[in-house]
């Protein structure tokens, strides 16, 4: 039974430390309040979520941007000797002219037929112009400012834009979930040193009576009045509970480890709660409306909301968008950029008559979707309020508890303190005082498990009430 005890109380005692990050060390006692404020600034795993915060938060302002168009400055530069690009280089340029259709050649001919020349009178009109179709090779400079802007989207832009926004709510609550998980572990970490201090606390002063009992047995076994087995089994006992005390020794060095790692700092010291953390006085719906869980699947609700939305925009509406470009060219970069300039705007709606039903399955998808985080928001309060109705009679339980194995130790101190006292008087064994000694042990281990216990639950329900006491 006391081996199992043991065990039990090293795996409640103790929380699995991880490497520990050193930035400073400071031998000063850290209490738990100034804990708090470092977690929140230095923990590692609280800055990862708060950088994934930020994130959301621009994809926010990257959805409602679209609204307002792009502006994009376009600039082209090129050269060729290609009759149609040279053609379209000059006529963009505003510098084309009669001859660059092979008007000086037409003239010529003209005037050769005129004298009856007749193969030039079939030139004029039959042979290809020089001029036109084997232009010298141009350079191009354009210059180009566009904007272009939607005007309506059937909603789907605001739709997106309501999203993103609920995603960053997202991750703000998934950052304060985080936090309170952390707070919940540094916490129990302190009321764990605590309870653990107090325990080594009773060992010694247990040890202190063995060595009180293993003296008063050497006494007795230099009179006569006690055997050599006597003094082996006080020594054995005494041997068993410095090995206790060891074990707790290690323990706390382990939780410093874990509050190392959790305040990314070197903790060698903390100044541990005095008194036993209160029952807070917290409402059902106090804690069921304030719970990180059930605001982050309502969150969920509303982005799946918004979904249906965006899938609505394709059915029913259409895409109504609007343009202006302001552009000069020339042959050099913004060579007679007044001269040159021209401007083009323009609108366009596209609106999709068909297309196999894609749009209106996307919608009912959506609809579906909705139904199903409807029934996981109901799901999450329900959850919920049956964590706290089990912690709230766990805790009930565990002051039960606590109350009857206080006064069982101090009945156990009793019968150690009354079998010591008959073992001087010869009325006991030591076999017997030893097994009240190894009761008492046992009803410190057992007084320490509980309130270990009831820490730990009421923590839980604090961290379901996001903190609120």
């Known amino acids: 039974m006391k081996k199992k005890l043991l065990c039990l109380f090293f795996s409640i005692a103790v929380l699995q430390a991880s490497d520990t990050v050193i930035v400073s060390e400071d031998n000063t006692a850290l209490t738990m309040e100034e804990a708090l404020n470092i977690l929140h600034t230095q923990n590692l795993e609280i800055k990862a979520a708060e950088y994934d915060e930020r994130v959301a938060k621009e994809d926010v302002k990257t959805a409602s941007g679209n609204n307002w168009g792009k502006l994009d400055f376009i600039q082209d530069v090129a050269n060729s000797d290609d009759a149609g690009n040279v053609f379209g280089f000059k006529l963009t340029s505003r510098e084309a002219n009669f001859g660059d259709f092979g008007a000086k050649e037409f003239m010529t001919n003209f005037g050769l037929c005129q004298q009856g020349n007749a193969q030039a009178c079939n030139n004029m009109y039959n042979k290809p112009p020089e001029d036109l179709n084997y232009p010298d090779s141009r350079t191009f400079f354009q210059s180009k400012l566009k904007y272009e802007v939607p005007l309506f989207t059937g ?4 739709s997106y834009t309501n999203i993103m ?3 960053a709510k997202m991750k703000k ?5 985080l936090i309170l998980e952390k ?15 107090s325990s080594i606390d009773h060992m010694h002063t247990i040890h202190n009576n063995i060595e009180t009992l293993e003296n008063m047995t050497q006494e007795m076994l230099k009179i006569g009045y006690a055997k050599k087995v006597d003094l082996l089994e006080v020594e054995a006992k005494k041997a068993n509970v410095e090995r206790l005390i060891n074990q707790m020794e290690a323990n706390k060095q382990l939780l410093y480890h874990f509050i190392s ?11 541990t709660p005095k008194n036993e953390i209160a029952m807070p006085t917290i409402t059902d719906e106090t804690i069921l409306a304030n719970n990180v869980d059930i605001q982050r ?3 969920g609700l509303e982005i799946r909301k918004n979904m249906i939305a965006a899938s609505e925009a394709d059915l029913y509406y259409p895409m109504v968008g609007a343009f202006a470009e302001l552009a000069t060219a020339d042959d050099t970069f913004l060579g007679d950029a007044n001269d040159h300039k021209a401007y083009t705007v323009g609108a366009r709606l596209t609106w999709n008559i ?5 749009d209106k399955a996307k919608v009912e998808k959506a609809k579906i979707e909705k139904l199903k985080t409807a029934a996981q928001v109901e799901l999450a309060k329900k959850g919920i ?8 009679t766990e805790i009930t339980s565990l002051d039960g508890e606590i109350e009857s194995l206080e006064k069982e130790l101090a009945l156990a101190d009793r019968i150690y303190q009354n079998y010591e006292a008959r073992y001087k008087e010869n009325l006991a064994s030591m076999s017997d005082v030893i097994i009240k000694q190894s009761q008492q042990i046992q009803k410190v281990l057992q007084l320490l498990q509980a309130k270990n216990k009831r820490t730990e639950r009421i923590f839980a329900l604090i961290k379901l009430a996001n903190g609120e006491k």
């Open 173 to 177: 609550l998934e950052k304060e979930k």
């Open 261 to 271: 790692f959790l305040l990314n700092k070197k903790v060698t010291k903390i100044e």
């Open 297 to 299: 699947a309502q969150t």
């Open 354 to 358: 068909f297309n196999g039903g894609i």
């Open 183 to 197: 707070e919940y572990q540094l916490k129990k970490s302190f009321y764990d040193m605590a309870l653990l201090q």
């Open 165 to 167: 926004k609920s995603m």
């Open 385 to 392: 309020a049956l964590k706290v109705a089990k912690i709230r």
């Open 155 to 158: 909603f789907k832009l605001s």
